[in-house]
């Protein structure tokens, strides 16, 4: 199982970035998802989740900002970030939720105020 997240970058506060996540090894379709992340110094938290039938929760810190979407034909997951501060500066990662496989490398997000 690999899950690889890319589209992370250094961004200005109020910018935007989009996060794909790959998946291979798994059946995507079959697997509530979810994107989480690390900041530095703090323990790993779930921001956004999606259901195996597209329904979708979010963290309160991202809610109206984030948005989540999957493509289980491509076994991909996305997340749209906008509007972003510099408290969301972190490493994300995707995985199912609950967590089942092994974390990927993530991708870093900075934003600077």
């Known amino acids: 199982v690999q899950l690889q997240a890319s589209g992370g970058g250094l961004v200005q506060a109020g910018g935007s970035l989009r996060l794909a996540c790959a998946a291979s090894?798994?059946?995507?379709?079959?697997?509530?998802m979810a994107w989480y992340r690390q900041a530095p110094g703090k323990q790993r938290e779930l921001v956004a989740l999606i259901t195996t039938v597209g329904a979708t929760n979010y963290a309160d810190s991202v809610k109206g900002r984030f948005t989540i979407a999957r493509d289980n034909a491509k076994n991909m997951v996305y997340l749209q970030m906008n509007s972003l501060k510099p408290e969301d500066t972190a490493v994300y990662y995707c995985?199912?939720?609950?967590?089942?496989?092994?974390w990927g490398q993530g991708t870093q997000v900075t934003v600077s105020s």
């Open positions: 995985n199912s939720a609950p967590r089942r496989f092994q």
């Open positions: 090894g798994i059946i995507l379709r079959i697997n509530a």
